[in-house]
């Protein structure tokens, strides 16, 4: 059986209804299926980034579910409906592609001129721009979430500050900086101050977010992967220590650093 998004919204009804619906998601908020909602966004990067492909239609179904939850919470509280959620979202990028949609409507496609990847990329920055003075967010950084991670916080952070004029110019300014930061923990160490070492690191972080930025990296992402290199190589050692009957517990440095570099190179 085929089944659409309809069927979707059906089920999250039927699954909420007060009589004869599942008591676990009759339960539910907002806040208690925030967890869930990132669960599920983290789980659809981790498939891309492992080329897991196979597995990606199910976890974009997992989100889509999420996003169909909190319309229907929305809707229960007379909020809006999943239907406004759609009208909203596609009347944003209609808005926010004029080199697609001359007048910002699905009737004009193909009717307007192209432009570079730069200035359509400068155009969005600006219609956001508009956009959160038309809501009254007039903060530069009033809608950039709290509970974002770090780095990805940092990064958005970063990004709105340049739209005043705040960036280095060059990549090798942020280069000198990042050395600049990393003399500066040295110094705080070799004072033994836990609360400079600790404000220091921050710094040093936060200038390597803007490194990642002017590199055109996504620094989340980056750390992601590198997590993910290291783990496959810690397995890889320990798999490698059990067959040649090292224990790594006791093993020398250099047992330890001979199976790191064959773990490199399997």
């Given at each position: ?10 089920l ?27 669960e ?84 969005w920055?600006?219609k ?100 993910r ?38």
């Amino acid at each position: 059986m085929t089944y659409r998004l309809d069927d979707l919204i059906h089920l999250m009804a039927c699954l909420r209804d007060p009589s004869h619906g599942c008591p676990w998601d009759r339960k539910q908020t907002y806040e208690s299926i925030i967890p869930f909602t990132l669960e599920e966004a983290y789980e659809v990067a981790d498939v891309i980034e492992r080329g897991a492909f196979d597995e990606l239609c199910s976890e974009l179904g997992d989100l889509l579910f999420q996003v169909v939850f909190h319309a229907r919470l929305a809707e229960e509280d007379g909020l809006f409906s999943l239907e406004e959620v759609i009208q909203s979202v596609v009347s944003k990028l209609l808005s926010r592609h004029p080199h697609v949609f001359r007048d910002a409507t699905l009737e004009s496609f193909g009717q307007s001129g192209s432009l570079s990847i730069e200035s359509i990329k400068k155009f969005w920055e600006m219609k956001k721009v508009e956009e959160r003075a038309d809501r009254g967010q007039l903060d530069l950084f009033g809608d950039v979430p709290m509970g974002f991670p770090a780095l990805t916080r940092a990064q958005k952070i970063q990004k709105r500050a340049t739209s005043i004029g705040f960036d280095w110019s060059s990549t090798e300014g942020v280069l000198s900086k990042v050395t600049e930061e990393l003399h500066e923990l040295e110094e705080a160490r070799s004072q033994q101050n836990p609360d400079a070492i600790l404000e220091e690191f921050g710094d040093l972080l936060f200038t390597m977010v803007s490194l990642a930025r002017h590199l055109d990296i996504n620094s989340e992402q980056a750390l992601r992967l590198a997590t993910r290199k290291f783990e496959s190589r810690i397995r890889a050692v320990t798999q490698m220590a059990r067959e040649q009957g090292i224990d790594l517990t006791t093993a020398t440095d250099n047992e330890k650093n001979g199976l790191w570099e064959q773990a490199k190179t399997a």
